[in-house]
């Protein structure tokens, strides 16, 4: 449940589990979910257009929560699958005030790996579901500001405590409503993934003087993505405990 690009990491509420995704491991849920905290990187609903999407493999009976932002008082947009076998999103705004978009019926395959986007253009309203690339449907909504400021949950909806069965895989959240193309080359990449950069060293470590039994602190800046790890050696050899930057 580590966020490969910033630091919004999850917190696993047992049990959930890992197991063979579409993008390398996947997390299977049964009676867990992940709560990630909210904080202002995952606020997507803030800017000019929003998407989520997902690897989602859904296991019978659906009409289950997907994605949520939610709070104790204060639900959010969120992504779920619909008894009916269709996927359905709920574009909360800021007000409360709830705006749906479903899929037709029986589009989602139960037991079977499928990818699934949500986006909506908020200069023109229109909110667009997509179901292995294509667009299934796009409704004009009309423009306001997606309540995005809660705690983003996966596999769960607070209110209902209603959970997810099944397996997600590669959950993402963009800033921007992604165009059609851009959400076909996912779907295309399939097990390459996404946004994978090799490491940069875009700055190393400066030599420094120090007087003997002081402090002497060296820091590295990289680039790259997944989520890079750390590890200072001396002399060839692993120091205890250094896998930060610095």
């Not at 908020?122 to 500001?145: D, E, H, I, P, Q």
Request: hydrophobic share 40%.
């Amino acid at each position: 449940v580590l966020d490969s690009v910033d630091g919004g990491h999850g917190v696993v509420t047992p049990v959930v589990t890992f197991t063979n995704g579409t993008v390398g491991t996947a997390l299977r849920f049964n009676t867990g979910y992940v709560r990630v905290p909210a904080r202002e990187a995952l606020n997507v609903g803030a800017g000019d257009g929003l998407t989520l999407e997902a690897w989602v493999k859904p296991q019978s009976p659906m009409g289950q929560p997907l994605v949520q932002w939610s709070g104790a008082a204060a639900p959010g947009v969120s992504l779920s699958t619909y008894s009916t076998l269709a996927l359905q999103a709920n574009l909360v705004d800021s007000q409360g005030g709830s705006h749906y978009i479903s899929s037709p019926q029986r589009m989602l395959t139960s037991g079977e790996f499928q990818h699934v986007a949500l986006t909506y253009y908020k200069t023109s309203g229109v909110a667009a579901l997509y179901l292995r690339g294509s667009l299934v449907t796009a409704t004009n909504l009309g423009t306001f500001t997606p309540r995005t400021t809660a705690d983003l949950y996966l596999g769960y909806q607070l209110s209902s405590g209603l959970k997810f069965t099944g397996v997600l895989d590669e959950v993402s959240l963009y800033g921007r409503a992604l165009a059609p193309a851009e959400i076909r080359s996912i779907v295309r990449a399939r097990g390459a993934g996404k946004c994978f950069e090799p490491p940069v060293i875009t700055r190393q470590p400066a030599s420094l003087t120090a007087a003997i039994g002081g402090d002497a602190t060296f820091t590295v800046e990289v680039t790259g993505c997944p989520m890079l790890r750390y590890q200072w050696q001396f002399e060839g050899t692993n120091l205890s405990g250094a896998t930060r930057p610095s």
